[in-house]
T-cell receptor
Framework: DVKVTQSSRYLVKRTGEKVFLECVQD?????MFWYRQDPGLGLRLIYF???????EKGDIPEGYSVSREKKERFSLILESASTNQTSMYLC??????????????????FGPGTRLTVT | DAKTTQPTSMDCAEGRAANLPCNHS???????VYWYRQIHSQGPQYIIH???NNETNEMASLIITEDRKSSTLILPHATLRDTAVYYC????????????FGTGTLLAVQP
């Protein structure tokens, strides 16, 4: 089974702190994603990475940065945490398959989430 | 990406089939239909996906209409553990396949 783990289930930080959320996957997947989930808004994509050291902004990248130094690990960084970043953060990974028509990626595998509270 | 429309909530009796509808009237020819679910306090879980043909796996069946403007996820024998929010997503795929999650359907399986 694919396993995606996140460093903490619950985290409480103070406004202005630098926060690191870690995500590790054990299936050698090329793609990794960071989402946040808020009531009534569904999941929103913050950043994703399609290879080591490669990243692209998602829909709501402001206030966040990411790092992918190794294929299995994708970190989300809040440079200076603010109360509006209180949320559930979800990491996901997905494999890339080479087909005759090109490369495809289908299902994403999610971690259990980190509930971050910024006070 | 095409958008989807799902009912906000549905009920289903335990042991009966749960049929969850999804409208995606603006889907384009190369876009897939994906279904995920999220049980309370857990990360989303992939269920199934399809392009044109109906699909079945150990979790569910996916029925896509011939015009591809709507689909139905079928859980053949719902259990209490199937109570979750179910998301229908349309995506073009490609190597990175970014998914856009809406607010989904809350399926409540009743004993």
């Amino acid at each position: 089974d694919v396993k995606v783990t996140q460093s903490s289930r619950y985290l409480v930080k103070r406004t202005g702190e630098k926060v690191f959320l870690e995500c590790v996957q054990d299936m050698d997947h090329e793609n990794m994603f960071w989402y946040r989930q808020d009531p009534g808004l569904g999941l929103r994509l913050i950043y994703f990475s399609y290879d080591v050291k490669m990243k692209e902004k998602g829909d709501i990248p402001e206030g966040y940065s990411v790092s992918r130094e190794k294929k299995e690990r994708f970190s989300l960084i809040l440079e200076s945490a603010s109360t509006n970043q209180t949320s559930m953060y979800l990491c996901a990974s997905s494999p890339v398959i080479g087909l005759a028509g090109g490369y495809r990626s289908y299902e994403q595998y999610f971690g259990p989430g980190t509930r971050l509270t910024v006070t | 990406d095409a958008k989807t429309t799902q009912p906000t909530s549905m009920d289903c009796a335990e042991g009966r089939a749960a049929n969850l509808p999804c409208n995606h009237s603006t889907i384009s020819g190369n876009e897939y239909v994906y279904w995920y679910r999220q049980i309370h306090s857990q990360g989303p879980q992939y269920i199934i996906h399809g392009l044109k043909n109906n699909e079945t796996n150990e979790m569910a069946s996916l029925i896509i209409t011939e015009d591809r403007k709507s689909s139905t996820l079928i859980l053949p024998h719902a259990t209490l553990r199937d109570t979750a929010v179910y998301y229908c997503i349309v995506s073009g795929g490609g190597a990175t396949n970014k998914l856009i999650f809406g607010t989904g359907t809350l399926l409540a399986v009743q004993p």
